[in-house]
């Protein structure tokens, strides 16, 4: 799970206006050292996202946690201590001056240019995005698509980076408040003379905070992975962490000398290792972000109240200069590559361009936009008038502050126009979606799909037809293929389990086909590579006097031991072919690895009691640059034909599916070689596009495509009714 890192804060405060009416109070005097973490967080996050190394840079988004944490309740207390109250309002001005302009500038450049590049579908969805994380609340909207497994293998939203400022901000929201809160409830004892019960009630309420959270946190990770990378009450600890290391301000200050270089290097070496010892496949954010966390709470520690010093790795000028842009640098990069890898294919291009632009964005954004709004007196001046009621001060918009107003209603404008684009461009959309999900109906009742024989998988086995036909449409479009999925039409037919969750209880049994009395009685099992294949089974049904029903369910493959959440249903399917309910056992699903000997104890049983059964070779997987290639393409002339995946890379090095059939007996469908050449898995065939999403672990077909296969599948389940 590679996603990005958080928006990040001044050591102590953020440099307000320098002439006017500025508001002084708050001055930055940023720890080079400090400059130097965001540094090498932001830099890890950037190249684990463009090259995929280190496999841990993830956790440079845990780094900006401790440290935004650390940097914010640093600068409460002293402002509680120096001026005896929390001001509010002042706080959140300069979180407003920090956060917003840059992020609402990424924001509308994004959404712009994901109407420009990207199918519609999916800048629809990227303008969703924009609207929740304009308010700050991205890492709901992600948990909960990512919760759905349907999305999951949908190329990621350029606005998927915004889930960490969405945390930081809801912390940012609440901790003011409760902060306040502990020093107004522990007022009375200070009255008293005990002056240290704000920062022991402070030290009592986070700690809390900290446990419960890590706790809550180690549970979601083991039960619920997705949710528990997004939600802000499995993340809230690491701020919590930093937050700890400034109230521990006063007794962190007599740390020795001496060993204050030898604590920068030990919390540095944690980062570091952190880096390489985690991956995306550990659990996280617990316990695994306990180690860049503690670590980077001790560089922290290491100088807190003494001058830096002997940590040249965190204090050198390139450090500094990648420190002070890290949040730019983090806004810019993701939306970048994303958008990038839509137009360009990964290589060394690809790589430099990515990076040239990024940094280039990076430093023109901070240099003539963000930094000269933060010194700014943007928002208000304190000019007086006079009133006709006598001579008090009232506070006036400033120009800066018209124009910031000017600005967010040309970004409404920008998002409504947006808006209206997209409706107009996700019609056609709908329209395409629509008629494959009538297609797919019309199919379901046991009508024939007529087609051209150069139309999807049929233009493998002649040699006379194209893999693409410029003259003529792809089916379905660039805008609609990552929605042309059997869902709509197979609905409760398929019982879908979010990833992460297990659910027991029956698989629904539905029923297609024939409803004569000698009609053949097949039983389809599996997962959602099974319920892909149903356009295919739809149309030869009735003409083949055939009876389907099926138990279909995410991760459902009639497999030993069952998988967790399908165990009873799987347990009941079975039984039913023991007894001779069905004269077929048809099955398939995602070939992920499971033994030989998995399936062939699952099987032997109903093969045993002689029920034949016919086993539908898996879909080769596609890649990432496959299907982004025809985005690519389509901006362009010729090229789709090209797109596509090396088909030694498509299927796995062994087929223990294939192996296993053999064993008890059993059938293969190979389908096989209506995906692939000798040595080649186009991503379009006879103008269908193939694949509807994109990762190596879901790689679904589009109804479409599937629906085209209907003449292979039929033959095989023809064969292996034969007698034997």
Excluded at 530 to 543: C, E, G
Aim: aromatic content about 10%.
């Amino acid at each position: 799970m590679a996603f990005p890192p958080a928006q990040l804060e001044e050591v102590s405060g953020e440099p307000e206006p320098g002439r006017g009416g500025a508001d002084r109070s708050h001055v930055s005097h940023k720890r080079a050292d400090l400059q130097g973490m965001r540094a090498i967080a932001v830099l890890t996050v950037f190249a684990n996202h463009l090259f995929g190394w280190p496999p841990g840079g993830f956790v440079g988004v845990d780094v900006f946690f401790v440290l935004s944490g650390f940097f914010i309740t640093g600068l409460l207390i002293r402002e509680r201590e120096t001026t005896r109250a929390i001001s509010f309002s002042k706080f959140y001005i300069r979180r407003v001056k920090r956060i917003l302009p840059s992020a609402l500038l990424v924001l509308v450049v994004t959404t712009i240019g994901s109407y420009i590049i990207l199918p519609a579908a999916r800048a629809a969805e990227t303008l969703l995005d924009a609207l929740y994380a304009a308010v700050f609340v991205s890492n709901f909207r992600f948990e909960a698509v990512g919760a759905d497994y349907f999305q999951q293998g949908q190329p990621p939203s350029p606005l998927q980076h915004y889930w960490s400022l969405s945390i930081e901000e809801q912390f940012y929201f609440l901790w003011p408040a409760l902060l306040a809160a502990v020093f107004a409830g522990t007022r009375r004892l200070r009255r008293r003379g005990i002056a240290w019960a704000g920062h022991w009630g402070l030290l009592v309420v986070m700690t809390v905070v900290v446990f419960a959270s890590f706790g809550w946190a180690i549970i979601l990770s083991a039960s619920n992975p997705n949710s528990a990378y997004f939600s802000s009450l499995a993340r809230v600890w690491e701020l919590g962490v930093g937050a700890l290391a400034a109230i521990l301000g006063p007794w962190l200050t007599r740390i020795p000398e001496t060993i204050r270089p030898a604590l920068a290097y030990l919390g540095l070496s944690g980062v570091i290792i952190s880096l390489f010892a985690i991956n995306s496949t550990d659990r996280f954010p617990a316990p695994w972000a306990a180690l860049p966390v503690l670590s980077t709470a001790v560089v922290v520690a290491s100088f807190h109240g003494s001058s830096v010093r002997s940590v040249p790795l965190l204090t050198n000028s390139v450090a500094r200069w990648f420190g002070d842009r890290s949040y730019t640098l983090y806004l810019w990069h993701w939306p970048v590559i994303v958008l990038l890898l839509a137009l360009v294919p990964r290589g060394a291009v690809f790589y430099m361009t990515a990076a040239g632009l990024s940094l280039g964005l990076t430093a023109i954004t901070y240099r003539f936009y963000e930094d000269p709004i933060r010194q700014s007196n943007w928002l208000l001046d304190a000019a007086t008038d006079t009133g006709q009621a006598g001579n008090r001060p009232v506070a006036r918009l400033s120009v800066n502050a018209w124009a910031s107003i000017g600005a967010l209603v040309a970004t409404a404008a920008v998002v409504l126009i947006a808006s209206i684009h997209y409706d107009s461009r996700l019609s056609e959309t709908r329209q395409s979606v629509a008629a494959a999900v009538a297609r797919d109906a019309n199919a379901k009742e046991g009508a024939q799909v007529t087609q051209n024989p150069c139309f999807g998988a049929p233009a493998m086995m002649k040699p006379d037809c194209a893999l693409y036909n410029p003259q003529l449409p792809l089916e379905p479009s660039i805008d609609a293929y990552a929605t042309d999925s059997y869902k709509a039409a197979l609905g409760d037919c398929y019982r879908n389990v979010p990833t992460g969750k297990a659910i027991e209880g029956n698989l629904t049994a539905c029923t297609f086909g024939s409803d004569s009395d000698d009609a053949v009685r097949i039983a389809f099992v599996g997962d959602s590579h099974a319920a892909q294949l149903t356009p295919a089974l739809w149309p030869i049904l009735d003409s083949n006097k055939w009876r389907l029903t099926t138990y279909l369910g995410t991760t459902c493959h009639l497999a030993e031991p069952a998988p967790t959440g399908c165990r009873s249903a799987l347990s009941q399917v079975t039984a039913e072919l023991v007894e001779g309910k069905y004269d077929l056992l048809l099955v398939s699903n995602f070939n992920q690895g499971l033994p030989e000997a998995s399936y062939e104890k699952a099987w032997a049983p109903v093969s045993a009691a002689g029920t034949p059964i016919a086993v539908i070779s898996d879909n080769p997987h596609t890649t990432e640059d496959a299907i982004a290639c025809l985005t690519r393409a389509a901006a362009g002339p010729g090229g789709i034909a090209d797109c596509g995946s090396p088909r030694s890379e498509a299927f796995p090095a062994t087929n223990s599916q294939a192996a296993a059939a053999v064993a008890v007996g059993a059938s293969v469908i190979d389908l096989s070689g209506y995906y692939c050449t000798d040595d080649f898995c186009p991503s379009v065939i006879g103008n269908v596009i193939v694949y509807r999403d994109l990762t190596k672990d879901n790689s679904h077909i589009t109804s479409t495509f599937a629906a085209t296969l209907a003449p292979a599948v039929e033959a095989g389940i023809q064969n292996a009714l034969l007698p034997r």
